[in-house]
């Protein structure tokens, strides 16, 4: 059972790039979500997910998309990257029936 | 909107001195008080979940307890490797969002 996985661990993007940033989870939750990590902001909501082909947003969505077309994988897609992006970001599951939250390793990005 | 606020934001012990972590919230409809914690370069680790008043959680030397108000992380005789930052989150209303605290990044020297 490994968990929530992330990839990759690190990435280094050019301003106006584009990528996707890699979740999956094997516990068979319904809950999957992405948060970003900031100095001294803590964790922040990006976007999340109650299950297969349902997405919503968080607290800061804007320059990210998400999908979910199975319950295992939620990608996290930047799509035109800004120095502002540079950030670690973590993808976390949740089972239903409690509000508990399970975290990835991250994956740190720096835009340039 | 809900608020969550962590005291001391560092804090450093001799190995066996006993203290305990503070985290502050206003919330409407708590659903749960969460605490984790994250050593450098990796994600958060879940501890507990505290979900009303008066409700206290064990683990090893981790004791976490709640009132309407705060949430105490009390460490009794830490070791070194209990050095990380303690998280606390809540969850409120019908989301399954969690709003973080800042954290405490705790150093227990040996």
């Known amino acids: 059972n490994a968990g929530v996985t992330q990839t990759p661990k690190f990435q280094v993007l050019k301003t106006g790039q584009s990528m996707t940033l890699q979740c999956a989870q094997d516990?068979?939750?319904?809950?999957m979500s992405w948060y970003r990590q900031d100095p001294g902001m803590g964790l922040r909501l990006i976007h999340y997910s109650v299950g297969a082909g349902i997405t919503d947003q968080g607290e800061v969505p804007n320059g990210y998309n998400v999908s979910r077309s199975t319950t295992e994988d939620f990608p996290l897609r930047l799509l035109s990257a800004a120095p502002s992006q540079t950030s670690v970001y973590f993808c976390?599951?949740?089972?239903?029936?409690?509000?508990?939250?399970?975290f990835g390793p991250g994956t740190r990005l720096t835009v340039t | 909107e809900d608020q969550v606020t962590q005291s001391p934001e560092a804090l450093r012990l001799q190995e066996g001195e006993s203290s305990s972590l503070n985290c502050s919230y206003t919330?409407?409809?708590?659903?749960?008080l969460f605490w984790y914690r994250q050593d450098p370069g990796k994600g958060p680790e879940f501890l507990f979940t505290l979900y009303s008043a008066g409700e206290e959680k064990e683990k090893e030397r981790l004791k976490a307890t709640l009132t309407k108000k705060e949430s105490f992380l009390h460490i009794t005789a830490p070791k070194p490797e209990d050095s990380a930052t303690y998280l606390c989150?809540?969850?409120?209303?019908?989301?399954?969002?969690?709003?973080f605290g800042s954290g405490t990044q705790l150093t227990v020297l040996p």
């Open positions: 989150a809540l969850s409120s209303g019908s989301a399954r969002q969690l709003t």
């Open positions: 516990m068979n939750h319904e809950y």
């Open positions: 976390a599951s949740g089972r239903e029936g409690t509000y508990e939250q399970y």
């Open positions: 919330v409407s409809g708590l659903r749960g």
